[in-house]
């Protein structure tokens, strides 16, 4: 465990100065639910195990998993993006746009010439604007392109071309509740993905590292709790798409449906989203669902929309 906090302190690049915040913006109501300025009460976390396919996630031992179930809403058909790859994907559900309109259409670490910049403004950027705390930990190098002082106040990404494993990602994650507090924390697991590369979708393997990624983000949820965050956050856990044999993309049902997850203050407890006819999850919906809670002003028109079916409408902590 020292050697991994070691590792950690090495690692984690935590930008300590912060920027003077612009001001809030015009905000969509068909996005967004709540009105600026920003919920300086409510808290965001949002993870991705990249890679978990929903019949490996039901297969797996994953506790922490089905504890946020139980006390939350929820769908194991949540629709990625067409192109179902991680970077594309990741900007979508941080843009509410499809890759066509965000623009970061390549999958690994930017070379001379690829966009460094989405052209939609992320969820970090917006919520730095409306004066919130932002922070990540990734586990793949490519999630460089995110990191930006003026929309993240600290950050872990593993050097360029490595990615890390999932343990070191929740130490960084914890290390960052445990001395920042931020607002919004986006937490990214890289292993199931990896192991699906390496030995299969669906493996023995895979299955292993899930419930490893479990373990990985209940220790963040411990260190919410510890902190006394909990009882503010809201957290969706999800996917950025699945696979099938050794790789995933496309439309391929094995590849484009993935785990959605809304947990938290004011959320409708063990609901399975699919009992509300019609109702259509994508990836997009996780930026306009975090907007909503944040009170976040969203500057240009998006395509996801802000999962209001989980609501409680019976509760005050909205």
């Not at 913006?25 to 919920?39: E, G, K, L």
């Not at 798409?241 to 785990?259: K, Q, T, W, Y």
Request: with cysteine.
């Amino acid at each position: 465990m020292c050697q991994s906090l070691r590792m950690v302190t090495l690692l984690v690049r935590l930008v300590a100065s912060r920027v003077l915040r612009a001001g809030a913006a015009i905000a969509f109501a068909a996005a967004v639910s709540f009105a600026s300025p920003a919920h300086a009460s409510h808290r965001m976390l949002v993870v991705s195990i990249d890679g978990l396919r929903p019949d490996v996630a039901m297969r797996a031992d994953m506790p922490a998993l089905r504890s946020l179930m139980q006390r939350g809403s929820f769908t194991f058909f949540c629709a990625t993006t067409d192109t179902a790859v991680t970077l594309p994907s990741h900007f979508s559900m941080f843009t509410g746009v499809p890759p066509e309109k965000h623009g970061i259409t390549y999958n690994a670490d930017p070379k001379a010439g690829d966009a460094l910049r989405p052209q939609w403004p992320t969820l970090f950027a917006l919520a730095h604007r409306a004066g919130l705390s932002t922070a990540m930990s990734a586990g793949k190098s490519k999630f460089s392109v995110l990191v930006d002082t003026l929309n993240l106040d600290w950050n872990f990404v593993p050097p360029a071309g490595t990615h890390s494993v999932d343990s070191l990602v929740a130490s960084a994650a914890v290390e960052i509740i445990r001395s920042h507090r931020p607002q919004l924390l986006f937490v990214h697991l890289p292993s199931v993905d990896v192991t699906g590369h390496a030995k299969g979708w669906g493996s023995p393997e895979q299955i292993r590292e899930a419930s490893g990624a479990d373990r990985a983000m209940g220790r963040v949820l411990r260190a919410l709790q510890k902190a006394g965050l909990i009882d503010s956050t809201r957290i969706i856990v999800s996917s950025d798409h699945g696979g099938a044999a050794l790789g995933h993309g496309g439309l391929d049902a094995r590849s484009h449906f993935i785990p959605w997850i809304l947990a938290g203050p004011g959320v409708r407890q063990n609901y399975d989203l699919t009992r509300v006819p019609g109702l259509r999850v994508r990836t997009e919906d996780t930026f306009a669902t975090s907007a909503a809670w944040l009170g976040v002003p969203i500057e240009k028109p998006v395509d996801g929309r802000a999962v209001t079916e989980a609501e409680d409408s019976t509760s005050t902590s909205r």
